[in-house]
């Protein structure tokens, strides 16, 4: 599973031969970044892969998920953050509360 930080840089990735890719962990260092635009996660998505994001918080400057970050998620509630994501299509939201996010993605999705 490459991480990638741009369009450019996974569409790389998938010409390389010999490699089984069947997701990528999408960082965004900001929320206008391409790895959380809509139509490049659909895209993705159509070519079969899966979409792995990170939303810990790890500080002013290195931003995994834009703006939708679990800081967010516990001072401004899941639908600002969780919510977010989970919308734009990405299938694994890595996070230093699962039960939390695990209970809301129950919730959100009717579970």
């Known amino acids: 599973m490459p991480i990638v930080y741009n ?17 990528v962990e999408a960082i ?7 790895m959380i635009d809509p139509e490049n996660l659909k895209w993705i998505r ?13 500080g002013r400057g290195h931003e995994l998920s834009g703006t ?3 800081d967010v998620a516990l001072s401004e509630g899941p639908d600002a953050a969780w919510g977010v994501l989970m919308d734009r299509g990405y299938n694994v939201i890595q996070t230093d509360w699962p039960s939390l996010l695990a209970s809301y993605r129950d919730e959100k999705f009717g579970v």
């Open 68 to 70: 939708y970050n679990d």
């Open 7 to 23: 369009m450019e840089e996974l569409r790389k990735v998938l010409t390389y031969d010999n490699i089984n890719i069947v997701g």
């Open 28 to 34: 965004a260092k900001t929320a206008d970044s391409e």
């Open 46 to 58: 159509e070519q079969g892969l899966y979409i792995w994001v990170n939303s810990i918080n790890l």
